[in-house]
């Protein structure tokens, strides 16, 4: 047995608890960065389905919960072809663990000011802690679900879920990068509508 394999084994018999404390740990960094717990309008809904207003990214769910389904998907995938030798807790550890530090980047001051400069989420003051908690765990959902899905279904759900996303409000987790990373004007005008 390899040692990656010895380090899965051991990172899996702990994995509930490194899940529960690197989620804590995730939303501690964000109360520091000063990211309000709930939404500042004071309610907690479940779902919110309107993007440009200051409730998005506030509430638990909301159009950009699906890309984060779609991490899961692909972390799976990944881990399936990297880590294969390290058992499935071990890799659902690993991709919560990205998964809160993405949570914790995307909502400094550096990432925010690019969203805001270059994606259609102008305006975008980052999340809520109550919606980066959701976030990760709309990832760990993805990951569980691509472990059971053949990985045909794996990938339909993902293109699913995109498309979805698209239809719905012009933004996916493939536009989201993109412009994140190398900004299109075409799309930037047909975003706006």
Known sequence: MGRASS?????????AWLIAAIVMLAALGLLVEGRPPIC?????????GTVQSAENSQQLLDWYSLSHVVHGLLFYAAGWMVLRRWPPAARLTLAVLIEAGWEVLENSPIIIDRYRAVTLA?????DSIVNSMADITCMAAGFLIARRLPPWGTVALGV?????????????????????????????VWQAG
């Not at 498309?163 to 987790?173: E, K």
Request: proline share 4%.
């Open 7 to 15: 380090i899965g084994e051991r990172v899996a018999a702990k994995s």
């Open 40 to 48: 500042p309008c004071g309610t907690v809904k479940l779902w919110h």
């Open 122 to 126: 102008w305006g975008y003051a980052g």
């Open 160 to 188: 699913a879920l995109e498309l979805i996303a698209l239809a719905a409000i012009r933004d996916n987790l493939t536009l989201n990068l993109l412009m994140l990373i190398h900004p299109v004007d075409a799309i930037r």
